[in-house]
């Protein structure tokens, strides 16, 4: 299987004058309700949320698959470099269909999303997995056209494998590339602990014995799930 491009340049959408408006932070505290601690993050952290566009089967000349019927993109320009992924969950709450976030700072940008799927228990709501997002680009960069696609599901989860810094294995389920991501960021978030712990100049001996033992496990389990066969 190929593994898709990351993303290095800015995607061209399809153009609409219907969209571009802004999305205001009240509409969707009205129907997500958030808690105290994201508003807050969307007050330090955001100041604006733009509709950038559909991506529908009349925008782009293919065909709904399996619920994926629109793929939605929002602009959030944000106050700087930091962001908290806690303000797209409170987004995707509101955003019954696929989304593709691209975040604005200081003249670059970046691509996030959540790889979402149809609830198997209910077909109202979506299943959200972590977030994964591109490199800063610069927003002087060239535009590149959308990957190419059969349908809109497949063009979803070709955004999606763009922004996933692993490559696919050959018949891989969607579902099992993201659990496969999923797990190995979980590890290596593991891993960093345990490097952080070593490095303390106090720890004792068999304890960073244990420590450096357990790491390279991690490490081993890492890379056995990076394996491409």
């Known amino acids: 299987m190929t593994a898709a491009r990351p993303i290095t340049q800015r995607l061209q959408w399809p153009q609409d004058p219907a969209f571009g408006s802004t999305l205001h932070k009240n509409k969707i505290y009205e129907k997500a309700s958030p808690s105290k601690r994201q508003k807050a993050l969307f007050v330090d952290q955001v100041q ?33 470099d930091e962001f908290n992924h806690e303000i797209l969950k409170v987004i995707d709450k509101v955003v019954l269909y696929p989304t593709l976030f691209i975040l604005c700072s200081s003249g670059k940008l970046k691509y996030v999303a959540a790889y979402k799927r149809p609830s198997e228990s209910d077909k109202d709501k979506w299943v959200a997995s972590s977030y994964f997002e591109s490199s800063w680009i610069s927003e002087e960069a060239d535009n590149e056209p959308l990957p190419i696609a059969l349908d809109l599901q497949a063009l979803y989860n070709q955004l999606i494998k763009c922004l996933v810094p692993l490559r696919p294995r050959p018949d891989e389920a969607m579902e099992a590339f993201i659990s496969r991501a999923e797990t190995i960021q979980t590890l290596k978030d593991k891993a960093d602990r345990l490097q952080a712990k070593i490095k303390n100049k106090k720890l004792q001996y068999n304890r960073r014995v244990e420590y ?17 066969s």
């Open 48 to 80: 604006k949320i733009i509709h950038t566009s559909i991506l529908a089967p009349s925008k782009v000349n293919l065909p709904a698959k399996n619920g994926y019927d629109e793929i939605h993109v929002f602009t959030l320009e944000i106050k700087g």
């Open 212 to 228: 450096h033992t357990a790491l390279q496990a991690l490490n081993q389990e890492i890379q056995r799930l990076k394996d491409e």
